[in-house]
């Protein structure tokens, strides 16, 4: 019995050996198989960056295909989650978290306390086109460094972003996670953000500016600590979609000059629910109006067609700024951001133009989709380094893009639009020209005739202003004032402060303009309106000798009603100060 016993003892543990140590062999074999084979992949891109060029050259560049069933990178087997805010729904706070809710939006300008109840590995909706679930990407994508700057972000909304970038890209191309934390002041930032990212056995790396240093000048020093092959830089309140990075890395591995962009959804600032944009299946890109305000507009036919299908990339002149990928070498031999462009602004077009007139392209990915936290305000202030500088700073910025990658005609229609900005002090762009020349950038027109060539349609060449300054009432201390308001409003009088919102242009061909708004007239009185679309006309005139304002199409001047300040049209009369105006330039005394 005994020895049976002992034998049948053995034969189980043997039968146990084989039911649990071949499986295991089997696992390890193909576990290090694989792992070789991400190793080899790395090696190719990292066994010395001189080598790697090389290797870059002689891969084979294979392109995306459209496949039958679901795309290699696809994920499978997704189960559903419950809970707050999961399917990126709206997670709406009890009734008793409102005081925390509105301090959380005055601070951050967005409601934490409702991120705060909201898993850090949440679902989204996809909202990609069905298309995009079929295509297979090359396996070995370039590695990549995501690159995350951030100012004094809510704690849960940028690891949410972390999180999301973790749980949604392949582990073989996801290099790296570098934090780049631009001088926060806010505890959590520190010591426990510290701890946290533990978790994360290196992947995420942190690194902390010694000062303030702005968005952009952070950025670059990321890309400089990164050793990714690719970087791909998310702001710090993102939340990535679904397969969200083969797509965009696929256009780089064949070709390093292009920077792609993913498709930006919305997540609401104050409940979290993610959506898109835009609606269907219709594709936009990035453009500007001559004022350097970003703007998008669909994509024209002629970049339509050059494509088989719906969901490839597009060509698109501009980007938003914030999310995009681009390969690290490409970006630093294009000398990274301007480093003379201070904290927020015009950097994404710096980046843009650069480029595209140095020789490469920019595409964005609609297979490719990021949410991202459109704020209510800008939670912080510029710091220092606006203090250094006098005068708007996001203009100076603007000013210097234009001087270095503009003609002369183009930068005319700039300081039409912005007139002050011919008195800001842009700093030395010496170096800027240097490296266009260097780089042997072709020119601004060759921009707008073949890659731009939407942006005239929609924003024509500008009349020069025939006056421009604060429209001032000669009857009444006052001047006319927008009143940052949204139109269609009524337009205000107030004391002159000589404010943007105050700074009036009258073109050549009749139009009143207010920043990036027209004024306009009906019977209701003087109105703050859209500027029609393409055109750059309007229906007023200024009369030197009588001071009037006038307007054509109802053939009536501008008038202040003496008590009540409100403007309206009446009928001309030439001994009515209350009808007369005039434009006094508001000279910069910064
Ligand atoms: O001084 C600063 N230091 C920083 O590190 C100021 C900001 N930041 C960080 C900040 O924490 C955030 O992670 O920089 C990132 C971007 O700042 P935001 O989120 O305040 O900028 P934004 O989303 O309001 O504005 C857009 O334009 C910016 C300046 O030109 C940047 O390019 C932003 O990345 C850009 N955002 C997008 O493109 C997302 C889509 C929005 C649109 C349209
Ligand atoms: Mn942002």
């Known amino acids: ?249 696929a256009p780089i591995y064949r070709d390093r000059t292009v920077m792609t962009v993913p498709i930006i959804d919305g997540i609401d600032h104050k409940t979290f629910e993610y959506t898109p944009v835009y609606e269907g299946d219709k594709h936009f890109r990035g453009i500007f109006e001559w004022g350097m305000l970003y703007k998008e507009n669909d994509v024209p036919r002629r970049e339509q067609q050059r494509r088989a299908h719906n969901s490839e990339p597009y060509r698109s002149p501009t980007h938003a700024g914030g999310l995009f990928a681009i390969n690290r070498d490409y970006f630093l031999e294009l000398g990274a951001y301007d480093p003379g462009l201070l904290v927020w602004g015009g950097e994404n077009f710096e980046l843009s133009f650069k480029i595209w007139q140095c020789g490469g392209s920019i595409e964005w990915v609609p297979c490719s989709r990021v949410g991202h936290v459109y704020r209510g305000f800008m939670p912080y202030n510029f710091g220092k380094l606006a203090e250094k500088k006098k005068g708007p700073l996001i203009t100076i910025n603007y000013k210097r893009v234009i001087e270095t990658w503009f003609d002369a005609p183009h930068k005319e229609f700039f300081y039409t639009r912005e007139p002050l900005a011919r008195y800001l002090d842009m700093g030395d762009i010496s170096e800027q020209l240097a490296l266009k020349k260097r780089l042997n950038c072709k020119s ?53 402060q000589g404010t943007g919102n105050q700074l009036m242009r009258l073109n050549a061909e009749g139009q009143l303009g207010v920043d990036e708004r027209c004024v306009e007239a009906d019977r209701q009185g003087i109105k703050l309106a859209v500027c029609r679309l393409g055109t750059v006309t309007g229906p007023w005139s200024y009369d030197e000798h009588s001071k009037h304002l006038l307007h054509h199409r109802h053939r009536k001047c501008m008038a202040l009603h003496p008590e009540t300040l409100q403007l309206s049209l009446a009928r001309c009369d030439a001994n009515n100060a209350y009808q007369q105006w005039l434009f006094k330039k508001i000279r910069p005394d910064w």
């Not at 290196?202 to 400089?224: D, F, H, P, Q, Y």
């Not at 604060?470 to 009088?493: K, Q, T, W, Y």
Request: proline content about 5%; glycine content about 6%.
């Open 1 to 249: 019995m005994r020895v049976s016993n002992i034998r049948s003892g053995r034969i189980f543990r043997l039968a146990l050996c084989f039911l649990v140590i071949l499986p295991l062999l089997y696992l390890l074999a193909n576990w290090s198989d694989n792992h070789k084979r991400v190793q080899r992949a790395y090696h190719a891109r990292f066994g010395g960056r001189k080598q790697s060029h090389q290797r870059l050259e002689s891969r084979p560049r294979e392109a995306p295909k459209l496949v039958e069933g679901l795309g290699n990178f696809e994920p499978r087997n997704l189960r559903p989650r419950h809970g707050a805010g999961e399917n990126g729904d709206a997670h709406i706070l009890w009734p008793n978290k409102t005081n925390v809710a509105d301090a959380a939006e005055m601070e951050y300008g967005m409601n934490i306390a409702c991120s705060d109840e909201i898993s850090m590995h949440r679902s989204v909706r996809d909202t990609r086109l069905e298309e995009c679930k079929h295509w297979n990407y090359p396996y070995d994508l370039p590695t990549t460094s995501v690159i995350i700057v951030f100012h004094n972000e809510g704690f849960s909304v940028l690891m949410r972003t972390v999180h999301s970038v973790i749980d949604r890209s392949p582990k073989h191309v996801l290099h790296e996670i570098i934090l780049v934390d631009d001088y926060s002041d806010k505890e959590n930032l520190r010591t426990k953000l510290d701890h946290y990212v533990q978790q994360f056995q290196g992947l995420v790396k942190i690194i902390r500016n010694k000062e303030r240093e702005g968005l952009i000048r952070t950025r670059s020093r990321g890309a400089m600590e990164a050793t990714g092959e690719v970087i791909v830089f998310l702001d710090a309140h993102c939340e990535v979609n679904l397969n969200w990075l083969p797509p965009l890395l």
């Open 444 to 496: 601004f027109q060759w921009f707008m005739d073949n890659v731009a060539y939407d942006v005239l349609d929609k924003f024509p060449a500008l009349p020069a202003n025939l006056h421009w300054g604060e429209l001032r009432s000669v009857a009444s201390d006052g001047c006319l004032d927008s009143m940052s308001n949204e139109p269609p409003a009524l337009m205000g009088f107030t004391y002159c």
